[in-house]
């Protein structure tokens, strides 16, 4: 493992811990030659399957790219890292149980759409009028309105003693 400071190979490892429900070690290291400390996650490499996108590309899992998304999705909203790196992972760990080759992207999107729904309504929304491309303000609303209808059966559950839809 190279510095990212120095570039110098040679480092020692001061702590390590289990992350993301024991599927990454985070390291705490030190820089032998310059002495500044930096982190690395170290994960066990899967097999992903291909995402196959709308217009037929296809390309491999990106775990960051997906990450980069919903950072934006979330951002000034009260959504910590680490809750989107769970959602990834999460994901990911869906995406190697099924066991599938090659997986469409609208099963991805459906996916990250339903965890943001009931992590945070207003990053749901913002994902959702990217990925689901509204073309007028219509379909926007009436996306608006299910997200309001469902919440509304919620709390009307919840209130008649039944728990969450």
Known sequence: MRCPFCEDSENKVLDSRESHEGAVIRRRRECLACKRRFTTYERVEELNPLIVKKDGRREAFDRDKMLSGLKKACEKRPVSVDQLEDIVTAIERRLQEMGEKEVPSRVLG??????????????????????????DIAEFMSELKDLIDDRSQARAAKKAGKGPA
Do not use: G, N, W
């Open 110 to 135: 459906e996916e990250v759409m339903q965890r943001l729904a009931a992590l945070d309504e207003v990053a749901y929304v913002r994902f959702a009028s990217v990925y689901r491309s509204f073309r």
